[in-house]
Each structure stands twice: as C-alpha cells, then as structure tokens.
C-alpha cells in the first residue's frame, strides 16, 4: 500500500487463517522463515541461563566480569556486522540464499559453542550466531513479506515477532530442562543447531522471492511462484504491480545514488527525513537505555542478586520474565492501532521508570538489610576457608554479606544453618569450601544476599516487563516503519536499526561493570535516569503516527513537531483546518 501503511488488524488474521487454510503453500514459506524469527529469540535468551554454568565450569569467567559480558555481548556485535552485510547479500544474491546462510552461521555456532574448550572458543561461536542473528533479523520478516498475498501479509509478518518472544521463552524452558543433564550449558547453546538444521532443509526445497525474482528480469519464475500463491485471476495484477514497484524502487536509487554514504548525506540533508530520523532514533536508543536487554541477557543473574542462590530456581523464576514479554507482545498487537503508537510508548514509559526506582530502593534495602558477618560462623569451617579479605579487613566486625561479596571476588557467604537470614559466614571462594557450606544444608551465595525483598523484586522484574512489552518493546519499529518518506524508507530504517543494535551492545557490555562498580540499586537507578531523559526525547520530537497516510506525516514533519500543549492557538486551527 502506497497511500497508508499495513497492519495487521483483526479481520486480516482471520483472513489469514481463512487463506493459509485454502493455500497451505503459504503457511509453509511463512512458518519455514518464520524459524529464523525463533533462533534469534532463542540465541537472545539462551545465553542467561547458560551462562550461571560457564562461570561454574571456568573460573576466568567467573572472576573476570568483563569476561562475560564479552561472552553475552558479542553476539549483539555480531548482529551489527551480520545486518550490514546480510543487506548487501540480500540484494545480491536474493532472500532465500540470505537465509540458507544465516542457518549455516548458527549451525556452525553453536556447535563450536557446544564444544568450546576455553572461553575464547565461546566468544568465537557467539560472534558466528550473531553474524546469523542480524542476517535473520531483517532477511526473515523480508521474505515472508514479499512471499505473501498482500491482503495477509501484515498478519503473517507479525507471526514473525511472535516467533521472536516465543523463541525466548522456549530458550528459557530449555535452560531449565538441561539443569540436571552432565554438561548443562553446551546442551543449553548447542540445541540451537536443530532448528537451523531444520530450516535449511525446509528452505532448499522453498523458492526465491518473487519480488527479487522479478528484479533479477526472471518473470517467468516470478509468475510461477505468484500462481501457488494467489488465485488465477489476480496474478496479472499482482505482476503489474511488481513491475510498478520495482521501476519506483530503481528510480529512488537514482536519485539518492548508489553509495550508502551518499544515501545517508541525502537523507540528512532533507529537513522532514532529518525530523523523522530524530524520531526514529529517539525511540529506538531509548528502547535500549531502558535496560530491556539486561532483564534479557542477564535475568537469572539479576535474580541471583536479588538474593535466589540456586540457578535453577533462578532459571525458574526468569521464566516469568520471558512469559510476560511473549504476552506483552500480543497486548500491542491488539491495541497499538487503538490507543496509538506515542500514547502507548508514554504510558509504557512512565510504567518503566516507576518499576526501576521501586526496584533500586528495595535492592538498596536488600544491601542495608543483609545477614551479618558472624565470626563464630567464619571459624566454624576452619581458619583456612575464612575469606582473606575478612581476616586483613580492619573493621571486619561491622561487615554483613554484601559488605563480604563487594570486598574481593574471591570472597563468597555461606547462610545460617538454621537461618538464611541470621549471621552467616564470609568464606573463601572454592569448590572444597563450597562443597563444606552445602554439606551442612546451608545456601551458598556469590552473587547476592539472602533477603526478605528477594520475592518482591522478581515481581517488579515481572511488571517492568509487563510495562515495556506493550509499549517500547513493539512500537519504535512501528514508528520507524511510518515515520520516513518512501523513497528514504530503506536508508532511515537502516540508520535507526544500527542505533538500536549498538545502543544495546553499549548496555549489555557495561551491565555487570556498573553492578560491581555502583551495586544493583545505583544501576537500576541509572537505567531510571535514562528512561527519565528518554520519556522527554519522546514527547518532545516523536508525533503520533496512527492512522496517518504517509503524505500526511511528511507535512507534519516538514512544518515540525510540537507537543499539543507547546502548540500556540494559531498551530491548532491550521491541524484541525
């Protein structure tokens, strides 16, 4: 559609459903890349359970923090590199070849992952699947739009997103189930291998795109493959259209030339693509500097520090976590065309930092309020198992547990055998200590303190979630899909795009520093901060693009935006004019 842009209303899933019922051979080409949607929620996910069991197997991640958000952080490195240049190959050499690629990169991944022998081997493997995450991510929902009737595409490129929060969760329950298995984390990254094994069979035997097809002048594969997939009567249409499309497409590059520098000068150069890329890229760094990806990326970790020792119960509350997000999705699907776009981002906003301060004020009472040091616990195990930082430390009777785990990472809490929350030990950080402190049914924390507000904090992590999903997780792409002219579409999306993907490898590189170096309660906190100058950015250059026709937001951009409450009397009667 060239006058509005294309949702995926109620009636049209129906009409979805309807369709793929008559014409199972669309259902196969969606669902088939649809698949790539599910690996990249999967690699997104995985990684947080996996690695509470890399820490335990290589005490070099352990001990090194940096270590392990290199470890989460480079797939997402990965991805920037993988979404350039699978744009490149997506043009050259067509979708269906972009995604038998992309399979290849994460089969290969997580194989070397499955069997890394040292941490530098899983760095290698997360930058190979992160390679094939940012080739799925654009090349999957681009395939099964240019593969679809137009009058389902929407709803079927939205089964892409779904695909995405269910991938996370199922990553989630896959964490779980592999807990008790001998090798824990190399099941848990290298089950990862199955669906792209799947989907590379499933796609040789699938066929290009039609649109890209017709591009490379073969109409007559591009007619076959239109003749599976609408009715007889409508495939002279839909090859007029292509041929209209397509001499639009090549006329736009013209103008904006051929070089992606020239394009980006282009683009910036034009005051309403200029506004919209304020916009565009508003939403999309703020969608970051809210801190989704660390809930993401770290969640059994952050429930770790809220003060749940296990990782398996840790694992099993992150689940909440995942199942939100999945549910989240759908709420926006339902009411994003309601209650528009801006509305829902604001609300979703407001939602967020509410839960981050709530959420550093109970992890700062959490600190405050943890079990004391008790030197007959300390001794109790020996004076060699005491923590040496303990022993050297000059006011050590005034020290309770998280004064014993902020003192060197060498150092860990062993509870109260009657107790978890009266004083307990501060002890050297070892297996023979560790398997001591468990021996007497005692819980062994590193990461965290026992605590009363543990629970309370896990269900904060869960309407956090509840408060971005609906709103910040689903609509800044949205608005990057409406919000440019058409010819710009491509290069504004683009520009958007690589600012989410490196604002997120910003926050997921510097997470666990910033809990060392300020605690959870001062990160939260910071995240709170970000979302604050976010909320802001949004009110004040993002307008609502609801129900717009594309014409019609070029002219609200090109006479500029203001917040209806900033608009002077005059401003008002020429929009309702």
């Not at 992160?130 to 593969?147: D, F, K, N, Q, R």
């Not at 290009?208 to 591009?215: A, C, D, I, Q």
């Not at 901060?529 to 019609?552: C, D, M, R």
Request: aromatic share 12%; hydrophobic share 45%.
């Amino acid at each position: 559609m060239e006058g509005a842009p294309h949702k995926a209303a109620k009636a049209e899933f129906t009409e979805c459903w309807r369709t793929s019922w008559k014409t199972p051979y669309i259902m196969r080409l969606a669902f088939s890349a649809g698949i790539g949607g599910l690996l990249f929620g999967y690699d997104t996910g995985v990684i947080s359970g996996a690695l509470l069991y890399i820490r335990d197997d290589f005490k070099s991640v352990y001990k090194h923090t940096w270590l392990q958000e290199t470890i989460v952080s480079m797939a997402v490195a990965g991805a920037i590199f993988g979404a350039a240049f699978g744009g490149w190959f997506n043009d050259k050499y067509g979708r269906r070849k972009s995604i038998l690629l992309a399979d290849i990169l994460f089969f290969i991944g997580a194989i070397v992952m499955a069997v890394a022998p040292a941490p530098w081997v899983i760095i290698i493997g997360r930058v190979l699947v992160g390679l094939g995450v940012g080739m799925a991510s654009m090349t999957s929902p681009l395939y099964i739009s240019e593969a679809s009737p137009a009058r389902i595409r929407g709803a079927l490129v939205s089964t892409n997103g779904l695909l995405i929060t269910g991938g996370q969760f199922l990553s989630y329950l896959i964490n779980l189930a592999f807990t008790r298995t001998k090798g824990t984390w190399r099941w848990m990254l290298g089950v990862a291998s199955i669906p792209a094994l799947v989907q590379f069979v499933l796609m040789l035997s699938l066929p290009e795109s039609p649109r890209w097809l017709y591009r490379a002048e073969k109409k007559d594969e591009a007619r076959a493959i239109l003749e599976k997939i609408y009715p007889a009567h409508e495939v002279e249409d839909e090859m007029k259209a292509l041929e209209t499309s397509i001499e639009v497409e090549k006329a736009d590059e013209e103008f904006l030339g051929g070089g992606v520098f020239s394009k980006i000068k282009s683009a910036w150069s034009n005051t309403i693509v200029r506004r919209g890329l304020y916009a565009g890229i508003t939403v999309q760094v703020a969608q970051q500097f809210v801190g989704i990806n660390t809930v993401m990326y770290y969640s059994p970790t952050i429930v770790q520090l809220a003060g749940f020792a296990s990782n398996k119960t840790a694992l099993a509350l992150s689940l909440i976590t995942s199942g939100l997000n999945a549910v989240g999705s759908i709420i926006s699907m339902c009411f994003v065309d309601r209650y528009g776009r801006r509305r829902l981002m604001i609300v979703s906003m407001f939602g967020i930092i509410t839960c981050l301060v709530v959420l550093s004020v109970l992890f700062m009472q959490a600190s405050i309020h943890s079990p004391r040091i008790s030197a007959f616990e300390s001794n109790h195990f020996g004076s060699n198992s005491t923590c040496s930082a303990l022993l050297n430390a000059p006011g050590a009777s005034s020290w309770n547990c998280m004064s014993c785990l902020q003192a060197s990472s060498d150092c860990a809490f062993c509870s109260n055998g009657n107790n978890k929350y009266h004083p307990g030990a501060c002890l050297a950080l070892n297996d023979s200590v560790k398997g001591l402190c468990r021996s007497e049914k005692r819980e062994w924390f590193t990461k965290g303190c026992p605590s009363k507000f543990g629970f309370f904090a896990v269900m904060l992590l869960g309407l956090y979630i509840i408060s971005y999903s609906p709103g910040m997780g689903t609509a800044p792409w949205i608005v990057n899909s409406e919000i440019y002219p058409l010819r710009y579409r491509g290069i504004g999306g683009g520009i958007a795009a690589v600012s989410n993907w490196v604002s997120n490898l910003i926050v997921s590189e510097t997470f666990l520093t910033l809990t060392e170096a300020i605690g959870s309660a001062g990160t939260f906190l910071l995240f709170a901060g970000f979302s604050t100058i976010g909320l802001i950015a949004i009110y004040f250059l993002v307008p609502e693009t609801k129900g717009l026709p594309f014409e019609q937001v070029e002219k609200l951009l090109e006479k500029g935006y203001k917040p209806k409450f900033f608009r002077k009397k005059t401003d008002e009667k020429a929009d309702t004019s």
